[in-house]
């Protein structure tokens, strides 16, 4: 009797951490910003547990029959808890509303549970035992709760089949006190026929979860925004209208899903195809797996460093199911190696030569990002080019920011490459121009690999004919100390909007 | 007792207001780098214990600064390595002393060198020899990165120092004015670096005024211009322009070309060139080793530091030269010679202020201070991502007199600075309080040389600074102003001199043999 008594304490007290965590952590991925999420949730869901030690002292009598019934209401709440919050942020106004009063229900229940079960059991042992050892295995099951959490559920059973494993576990807990408690229990058998019936609705909830997040998700994400965080480095927002997702960084757009394979097609095969047998890539940004997947289409490729500084970008991009179809889980390759680092000190600081380099940074807006556009990031950057090594930088907006496009031409010249700067059409973006860039003379590749949708050998030297109103302009050269680079891409883009 | 409505409904919104207002980091701190007590066992003839060994050596350099660092740099160019380097503190690098957190290394002074010009050819030589110039181009990772510098004027930042915004065109006029004055005095190649290249009777005249005094005589009396007159000399000289030789003023503006690459800087500003002649010659260098007497005798000099007498044939004293006549017998007290105090403070932030303003800049400066504002350490970092930096806060102590800012400097205690410091900034950077977890002070009573009206033409001046004999003076001060170029060419100078010195007694005695 003793140690079944002590794992019922266990499994309670994980199950009722358990629907805090999951409160907190659709909170956090529903509405962003998980500091507020969790303090809020963590706060009322205490506050609510001492509300339930509160009332226990009004339960007088019939404290087992009492008990049974606060296990099966929970395991019914707790269990549907994050289906509910799915169903209520996709379909309704009131998610919060309707978490903050879950996570108060279910705070009082548990703050019940504890407080009665110490009471049922006084008769049986010392108080100071009682309460050592009901206190000890209650944080016991805390600990367990808080490992399994993150390390197991989210991963592999997701949140709303998590919630229900643990009300099948609290209605199991109600199932098995009827026999536990039986001499204090006058109507046990249809208390045991409540909780099969509950049990069996749990275990078929728990098979058809797929469908109802499936059906939340379809609605939470038809159209608008579908994901917004801000990391310690930047605001990332994924839009989707349609089949059209969008990735927003700092409120700039990165890609549409609709034609960034021009975008990347033009990033990658140009260069990589011409070099004759490259085996190590190195990518600089491009934390959303696109160009990796470009570069997976060729085999020779033995190893693809991807170095980008926000580990939640590329986590994002590993794990979000949408975004991983859109790039193939390049990121999940064994090739593939991702240094969440800052590019400049890490290209200044890394011995390894590469084959094939891309610089695909975002735009340089600000001085901070500008020091990657620099003749001193280029040298520290080509020291890193195999003999028969191109690097290939994107280079913003020929038309659109043509002085910017070709002062960062310039600068990679004065780094000390040969440039071959080219330009393609991304209707999302409209002409967009990037540098080709090694130590020698370019050759256009005999063939790309098969499959593409834009780039093709016969079409490739058009690329880099540029028509008048993009042509060459003479621009200075931008370097650390005067950056003039910022200032003409601030001035280019005013040009536009006036 | 009742409590009335009215003291009931204060007290209540006091009580609100104190929870609302966010409450200041706890910000810790202490003094660093204190050598005054040092000094004042000099000043004070404290009792030294007697020699218990001798060292012979040929050369001795007193003093490990940038002048002493230099002429250590010059004789191991040159293959001579008969000599050590003492110095007095703990670490080697005097004015260019620097520190280090665990987010960067900070300068706690000297923190750039301008590019320097075709004159200062051993300053090109050294930074040849540290990869600083190649081929004829400066390293661009070592150039101060845009933004480099900007002022805080009429509540708002302005690009540049110099103020360009609310002249009007009396204002206008005047720099103007000043500019083809200063680029007459620039093209008569009379104001050089180092200074002693150009130095010319003919500006002697310049010499027996203060920079104020010239101002006015030239009918300058634009009030933004002489605050920004005022600025410069505080920042190079640590004192006023009435304080300060016309002459001394000139050179600020006459001695360099307008440069657009802007200076040479590093995290640990001049700490960088430190470390790089420490790798080279810190093998010479004998830290924590004060000497306290020199004494000429007949045909060698002793030098005595701690339980040592050094036997040198020469010395070159590289620190500063008010302590010379503490320590050299028989040497009269200098009258020339006045040394500005100054303060300086790394301050950690945890996050820039809400109230930052623009975007990260190396120098900032506030027009409505005494100060001379704040350089940001993590500036010539080439992250593209920085939260957490070190600033570094400088406060050239200049009005009023040098001894009573020596004595305020001993008297005040660590919480009257930081509180003076977060009260300067807070002008600017209202929620600085929230963003500071830190505050370093360190104290400097003989900061830098002050070119007061008739340093530059002081006969005493001229004298120490001519190198004869076998004790050569070489620290920056000689040239009536304290910057890095000065104090390495004279420690360099001085090794020459010593160096052809040594050559011709040596061939006097193979010819004797």
Known sequence: MGILLFITVLLIAACGLIYELIAGTLASYLLGDSVLQFSTIIGCYLFAMGIGSALSRYLERGLAYRFVWIELLLGVIGGLSSALLFLAFAYTQGFQLLM??????????????????????????????????????????????????????????????????????????????????????????????????????????????????????????????????????????????????????????????RDEYRYHEALIHPGLSAIPAP???????????????????????????????????????????????????????????????????????????????????????????????????????????????????????????????WCIAQTIQQAGLRIYPYHVYVPSFGEWGFVLAGGHEYQFPASVPSGLRFIDVRGLQNLFQFPPDMAPLSMPANHLNNQVLVRLYDQDWKDISH | ?????????????????????????????????????????????????????????????????????????????????????????????????????????????????????????????????????????????????????????????????EPAIGLNQKDRDQFQHLEDEIHKFRSSGKFTVPMELGLSENTAALDQISFAEWLRDQGLDSKILNWYMNYCCRDDYGATTDQTSAWAGIQYFASRE???????????????????????????????????????????????????????????????????????????????????????????????????????????????????GYVDATHQSLRTHVDRTVWTFYWALAEGTPAQNRQLLLDRDWTYWKEAILHDLGRVHRDIGQCVSRIDVMRMGHAMARPKVGAIFSAERRRLARQRGQILFANSDLSGFSIFEEAQYRGVTAAETVLRALSGLRSVHENRA
Not at chain 1, 128 to 145: C, I, K, P, S
């Open chain 1, 279 to 405: 085996r190590r890539v190195l990518v600089l940004g491009g934390g959303d797996g696109l160009a990796v997947r470009e570069i997976l289409k060729y085999p020779q490729v033995e190893s693809i460093t991807l170095v980008d500084l926000d580990p939640e970008m590329t986590r994002l991009f590993s794990t979000h199911p949408m975004l991983t179809a859109l790039n193939q889980k390049s990121f999940l390759s064994p090739k593939v190696h991702i240094i969440n680092a800052d590019a400049f000190p890490w290209v200044d600081s890394n011995p390894d030569s590469f084959d094939f380099i891309v610089v695909d940074f975002p735009d340089p807006t600000n001085y901070s990002l500008g020091k990657l556009y620099t003749t001193a990031f280029y040298k520290a950057a080509a020291r890193h080019l195999s003999v028969q090594g191109l690097m290939v930088v994107q280079s913003t907006s020929p038309m659109f920011a043509r002085d910017s496009f």
């Open chain 2, 1 to 161: 007792m009742t409590l009335s409505r009215r003291q009931f409904l204060h007290s209540a919104s006091a009580a609100l207001i104190g929870l609302s207002a966010k409450s200041d980091r706890l910000i810790t701190g202490s003094f660093v780098n204190d050598s005054f007590q040092l000094g004042h066992q000099l000043r004070d003839h404290a009792r030294f214990p007697a020699p218990k060994q001798v060292v012979k050596i040929p050369v001795l350099i007193v003093g490990g600064g940038m002048a002493g660092l230099g002429a250590a740099w010059r004789f191991e160019k040159k293959g001579f390595t008969d000599f050590i380097v003492l110095e007095m503190n703990e670490r080697a690098g005097g004015n260019s002393r620097w520190g280090e957190n665990e987010i960067t290394a900070y300068p706690w002074a000297a923190h750039y060198v301008p590019v320097p010009g075709p004159k200062a050819v051993y300053v090109r030589e050294l930074f040849e020899d540290l990869n600083v110039l190649k081929n004829g181009e400066w390293e661009e990772r070592y150039l101060c990165f845009a933004p480099q510098e900007r002022l805080f004027l009429y509540g708002r930042w302005q690009e540049g120092i």
């Open chain 2, 258 to 372: 307008p440069e657009e690459k802007g200076p040479l800087t590093w995290p640990e500003g001049n700490g960088w060139i430190v470390r790089r002649l420490l790798e080279r010659v810190g093998r010479f260098v004998h830290t924590g080793e004060m000497v306290h007497r020199i004494s000429q005798q007949k045909n060698r000099i002793s030098v005595f530091a701690g339980p040592t007498e050094y036997q040198a044939e020469f010395v070159i004293f590289a620190a500063p030269s008010f302590l010379a006549p503490y320590l050299i017998e028989g040497m009269p007290r200098l009258e020339d010679f006045e040394y500005s105090p100054w303060l300086t403070a790394n301050l950690t932030l945890e996050r820039l202020p809400a109230s930052y303003g623009g975007d990260p800049t190396w120098d900032n400066v506030f027009m409505e201070s005494p100060t001379l």
């Open chain 1, 100 to 257: 903050y009063a879950l996570v108060i229900v279910i705070g009082v229940l548990v703050g019940l549970e504890i407080p009665l079960l110490m009471r049922m059991v006084r008769g049986r042992y010392h108080f100071r035992d009682v309460v050592a050892h009901v206190l000890t295995f209650d944080y016991l099951g805390a600990l367990g709760a808080s490992l399994i959490f993150p390390i197991l559920l989210v991963p592999y059973l997701g949140l709303v089949r998590s919630a229900m494993l643990f009300g099948i576990i609290n209605v199991a807990v109600a199932l098995w006190s009827t026999f536990l408690f039986a001499h204090q229990l006058v109507k046990a058998r249809a208390l045991r026929a409540i909780c099969f019936v509950v049990l069996c609705g749990l275990a078929i909830g728990m098979a058809q979860a797929k469908h109802i997040t499936t059906a939340a998700e379809d609605n939470i994400y038809a159209d608008e925004i579908i994901f917004a965080r801000d990391t310690r480095y930047q605001h990332i927002v994924l839009t989707r209208f349609k089949d059209d997702i969008r990735l927003f960084l700092n409120s700039h757009l990165q890609f549409s899903s």
